[in-house]
């Protein structure tokens, strides 16, 4: 087993509950959690957009979760395992490098009211980079699995 990689899904499983735990805690749970102040309105307003945002992000990372799992344990590989499991590890790691330059560059209302955040921004970009980070081991520790070969 690839404790990497198993290790990796059980943190992604535990953050794909808690988007679905979002939801179910409403606009409260969509501020204190980085979605912002539009995102809590229309929560609160009972509007379905963040709804299916935050659902949707949950079923993307449940696939990933899925995936992590499967690779990990060594069975035969899925479809597209290499590319989902080193594209998620490159996401992350993309967000946990360059959250912080783009929320203070950029000139945006969501952006703006990120900035206003700073812990917020350094503690969930030092989790997106150690994710990616151990979503990169783990895949590299696979034997015969490498970026180029996807």
């Known amino acids: 087993m690839n404790k990497w990689l198993f290790s990796a899904g059980i943190i992604t499983a535990i953050i794909s509950l808690l988007h679905v735990a979002i939801v179910i805690g409403g606009s409260d749970w969509y501020l204190f959690f980085g979605a912002g ?3 809590a309105r ?3 307003e009972g509007m379905l ?8 992000i949950a079923i993307g990372l449940a696939l990933v979760t899925f995936y992590a799992f499967h690779t990990s344990l060594k069975k035969k590989r899925l479809p597209f395992s290499n ?3 080193y594209g998620f590890s490159f996401v992350m790691i993309f967000r946990g490098l360059v959250g ?6 950029l000139d945006h209302p969501y952006l703006n009211e990120l900035s206003e955040r700073p812990l917020f ?3 969930s970009s030092i989790f997106c980079l150690g ?3 151990i ?3 783990g895949m590299n520790k696979m034997s015969g699995l490498r970026p180029s070969q996807y």
């Open 83 to 85: 590319f989902i499991l």
């Open 42 to 44: 229309q929560s609160n």
């Open 37 to 39: 102040t539009e995102m």
């Open 131 to 133: 994710l990616g980070c």
């Open 49 to 56: 957009e963040p709804v299916i945002t935050t659902l949707g």
């Open 135 to 137: 979503y990169w081991i």
């Open 121 to 123: 921004m350094v503690v």
């Open 100 to 105: 912080i330059p783009i929320v203070y560059l």
